[in-house]
């Protein structure tokens, strides 16, 4: 199985410090993000790694390189000038990928132990999402789970936030073109026809969407 990190972004809510940075290049303890993303996958025995590419795409390869020093083999996707989205980006990456793979946010920090996804059989459903409790910020969720399967109801009072970790079988993106193009309305669109399955995570994680939330984050002492 082969895993992809998100990682093209523009981070534009974290600026100024990422003018020249792309946010999961940002540290957490003196780590960039998407290390701790390189090693979890590394320690579940997932070494093939695709990372997409756009803003200050040249600072995340000339950092991390191959990957060697992690024991991994890491592969660009490059997209150019301000990225494809989130599905647009898998999209454009979908034939550097295995038939069911892995996508982590670059963006996220969390010591939620990967190698569960490895486990999981998707055909017939086509993704599997992890969920977390919500968090200051995104106080109403985004989807909750009934029976197993996640739902897209902004009325219900047991939503969850999506925790930007999950495990995609390549036809969930059939027919779909290289665009630019989000991924939650997919994700929507799949949950109608009972397609996506989903888990709650109880442990940390974090959305380094703000300056604040870095700040807030570098406070606390993580175990990585």
């Not at 950092?63 to 989205?85: A, H, K, Q, R």
């Not at 399967?149 to 219900?156: E, G, K």
Request: aromatic share 8%.
């Amino acid at each position: 199985m082969k895993a992809m990190i998100l990682a093209a972004g523009r981070g534009k809510r974290m600026m100024p410090l990422t003018e020249h940075m792309p946010k999961p290049m940002l540290t957490v303890n003196g780590k960039p993000l998407i290390q701790y993303h390189i090693e979890r996958l590394a320690n579940a025995g997932i070494t093939e790694i695709v990372i997409n590419l756009a803003w200050c795409g040249d600072v995340i390869r000339n950092t991390l390189g191959d990957g060697s020093e992690f024991g991994v083999n890491l592969i660009y996707s490059d997209e150019g000038g301000e990225g494809l989205e989130t599905a647009g980006g898998i999209l454009n990456a979908l034939h550097l990928l295995s038939d069911t793979f892995i996508v982590i946010n670059g963006d996220i920090y969390t010591d939620y132990d990967v190698s569960s996804l490895t486990h999981i059989a998707m055909l017939p459903h086509q993704a599997h999402l992890v969920l977390v409790e919500n968090p200051e910020h995104n106080p109403r969720g985004d989807f909750s789970i009934v029976h197993g399967f996640a739902v897209s109801d902004a009325s219900r009072e047991d939503n969850y936030t999506f925790a930007g970790i999950a495990l995609y079988h390549k036809s969930f993106f059939a027919e779909r073109k290289t665009a630019f193009l989000p991924l939650a309305p997919m994700l929507r669109e799949k949950m109608v026809e009972k397609l996506v399955t989903a888990e709650l995570y109880i442990g940390n994680w974090y959305d380094i969407g703000t300056p604040e939330r870095l700040a807030e984050i570098n406070r606390q002492e993580l175990i990585s």
